[in-house]
């Protein structure tokens, strides 16, 4: 069983960055991606960012490319998403996620973003 902890969102303006961060512990053996999901309430969930936890191979939606950026510090066991140029449709509650690539089975308690124009 994989446990995730999210921390680092808040309310930011349009154009600002913002980090999010995650802990993982526990078995690694059901997954070998981690990253971010994004809930906005009446719509799908979103698989924005994933990281391979082998090569680190990167995943990134197309709504996110060249803005976000997901890292992997296997010393600390933590997965970062860096998200620049913030925009409202940015908005939501954010997941750190395991499993595999648009396929994750797990996923943290979630941390709010909130972008104002």
């Known amino acids: 069983q994989v446990f995730l902890m999210e921390s680092g969102g808040g309310s930011v303006e349009l154009g600002n960055s913002l980090t999010l961060s995650c802990v993982y512990s526990?078995?690694?053996?059901?997954?070998?991606?981690l990253g971010w999901v994004r809930q906005v309430p009446g719509k799908e969930r979103e698989d924005v960012a994933g990281i391979y936890t082998g090569s680190e191979y990167r995943y990134y939606a197309d709504s996110v490319k060249d803005r976000f950026t997901i890292s992997l510090d296997k010393a600390y066991r933590t997965v970062y998403l860096q998200m620049n140029s913030l925009t409202p449709m940015d908005s939501g509650m954010y997941f750190c996620a395991a499993g595999a690539w648009e396929k994750f089975t797990s996923w943290g308690q979630g941390t709010q973003v909130t972008v104002s124009s």
């Open positions: 526990g078995s690694s053996v059901t997954y070998n991606t």
